[in-house]
């Protein structure tokens, strides 16, 4: 993994873990279901923006450098089976 890549998915990822934080505060204190779940929803944007950095820094890292050796099958599959997970 990049240098870049690691710094900005754990400073994303530090950012989340306040606002899962805040989120569990507000289910505690009875807040507004529907704000409770705009937070959730924001929480669930923000991850999603953590993967597309990992996949950015894996395609420009790992998958070019090895597309063209005997792995290129492996590495297709490995990047199309990401996306029929969600």
């Known amino acids: ?20 934080k805040k989120v569990r505060e507000m289910v505690e204190e009875g807040a507004y279901c529907p704000d409770v779940i705009q937070q959730s929803q924001a ?16 395609l420009h890292s790992c998958v070019l450098s090895d597309i063209h050796g005997s792995q290129k099958e492996k590495l297709i599959e490995e990047i199309i089976s990401l996306f029929q997970k969600t």
């Open 1 to 20: 993994m990049q240098q870049h890549t690691q710094t900005q998915a754990i400073n994303r990822l530090k950012i989340i873990e306040g606002h899962i």
């Open 43 to 58: 929480v669930q944007g923000a991850l999603k923006k953590v993967d597309e950095v990992m996949l950015h820094g894996h």
